[in-house]
């Protein structure tokens, strides 16, 4: 399984961006998926994850300002950011718990970046 990322850029203080990510391979099932981001500096956090059975929970530094949403049929998930601040500069990583054929396993983007200039 191979997750890929796109829809990194450079944005200005308040505006918007979507990221897409779409999963490809042999694919059995979704557990969950979802969005990381790491600042420069920083640890890897949890930003926004989707799960099958509809339960969705966000990083409390995103609530009201970004949204994730998954297109099963596509294997896909997206993450809407509006609203956006500096401090949403990061690498994003979508993730994955994906059932290849052998049970749920974690998998990573290579991650895209996103720069919210002040």
């Known amino acids: 399984v191979q997750l890929v990322e796109s829809g990194g850029g450079v944005v200005n203080t308040g505006g918007s961006l979507r990221l897409t990510c779409t999963a490809s391979g042999t694919i059995f099932g979704t557990v969950l998926m979802g969005w990381y981001r790491q600042a420069p500096g920083n640890q890897r956090e949890s930003v926004a994850l989707l799960a099958t059975g509809g339960q969705i929970t966000y990083a409390d530094s995103v609530k009201g300002r970004f949204t994730v949403s998954r297109d099963n049929a596509k294997n896909a998930v997206y993450l809407e950011m509006t609203s956006m601040k500096p401090e949403d500069t990061a690498v994003y990583y979508c993730?994955?718990?994906?059932?290849?054929?052998?049970?749920?396993?974690?998998?990573w983007g290579q991650g895209t970046l996103v720069t919210v200039s002040s």
């Open positions: 993730y994955g718990i994906i059932d290849s054929g052998v049970g749920p396993l974690e998998q």
